[in-house]
């Protein structure tokens, strides 16, 4: 059995709870490294470490560790001003990365997966999808931050003879999802009329339950190593289209309108708000023939059964919420 020992760090968030799972599930032992051990999920054990960055202590994080899978990075927020993020996405996903590949090499670790992003591609495609083979033009602070660290594990790599693996998703959505598609979701729940019937983009996107299979296939696979992959699910949907399989999920119409794509830009323009424009109007399509032709890895789950899986999680939460808000009943007086 190709068993490993597996550090996952970043194991308390929305991608590293479910690749602990998985992993566990699929008989790998798994350690999940966090700065409070109680959020680590039950099926890793607890490493404890502090803050992500150069100065990180790894030593006892990394004791009997086969391959490293690093999650942990400071994610990319729109709302961001680019100047005053840029050091901080340097100092966490870039120099935090690397001193992590060098803690890893000197301990004998045998692999390390790094989960990057598509944005070190670029942000969005016209004529054909992104590959692999395409130059990388990251165009903000934390795509930027991506790519260096992914350039300082192949300078690791080569120093220390130790195998890595690179994998870029796209947009990343299942139970626990933060950011723009938690947004997404939280916005079609008030039942509003959206002015996006008319979108005919195509936007790549990976249910989290598939990205935990590729990682589970590149621990093992003896073509991973030396490779960047691109991932993503069996389909790639309009913003339009998405938003009518959510709504199917949820048993609900959907309640789109057409508006011209120039509209919506100049409704951005004049808000502040291009960038979030941008992301539901323009193209971004990815080729994951790379990794299904070297790995033989194809994503265990359909959109539809992600999308299902996710709403299902929405639709807990806002019950849970409900509940919590809910005023104590009054006992009667006697």
């Not at 194809?298 to 807990?316: A, N």
Request: aromatic share 6%; net charge positive; with cysteine.
């Amino acid at each position: 059995m190709n068993h490993r020992n597996v550090l996952v760090t970043g194991a308390n968030g929305f991608v590293g709870r479910a690749v602990c799972d998985y992993l566990a599930h699929k008989g790998h032992t798994v350690s999940g490294a966090a700065r409070n051990p109680k959020t680590v999920p039950v099926v890793a054990r607890p490493r404890l470490i502090g803050d992500l960055g150069p100065d990180t202590d790894w030593m006892d994080a990394l004791f009997n560790v086969d391959v490293v899978v690093h999650l942990a990075a400071r994610a990319h927020v729109m709302s961001e001003d680019p100047e005053t993020a840029a050091a901080a996405y340097a100092t966490v996903n870039t120099e935090g990365t690397l001193h992590l590949a060098e803690a890893a090499a000197s301990a004998g670790i045998k692999r390390f997966i790094f989960v990057s992003t598509i944005k070190v591609n670029g942000e969005s495609t016209d004529l054909r999808p992104f590959t692999e083979l395409d130059v990388a033009m990251p165009a903000d602070p934390y795509a930027v931050s991506k790519w260096e660290a992914e350039m300082a594990l192949w300078q690791v790599a080569r120093a220390f003879k130790m195998e890595v693996v690179v994998l870029r998703p796209p947009l990343i959505y299942g139970p626990g999802v933060k950011g723009n598609f938690r947004s997404l979701l939280d916005l079609l729940n008030y039942r509003l009329p959206l002015p996006l019937g008319g979108i005919r983009n195509k936007r790549s996107l990976i249910f989290v339950g598939n990205l935990a299979g590729a990682i589970e296939v590149c621990l093992t696979h003896p073509h991973a190593p030396g490779e960047t992959f691109l991932v993503k699910d069996d389909e790639s949907l309009s913003t339009s289209k998405l938003i009518r399989r959510i709504d199917h999920a949820a048993g609900r119409r959907s309640r789109l309108f057409p508006v011209p794509r120039f509209i919506l830009r100049l409704f951005g323009l004049l808000t502040g708000k291009s960038e979030a424009v941008a992301r539901l109007t323009e193209s971004l399509t990815v080729d994951d023939g790379r990794i299904r032709a070297r790995l033989n890895w194809q994503p265990d789950f359909s959109t539809d059964h992600g999308l299902k899986e996710t709403v299902l999680w929405h639709k807990k939460l806002l019950r849970d919420a409900k509940v919590r808000k809910r005023p104590p009943k009054k006992e009667p007086h006697p």
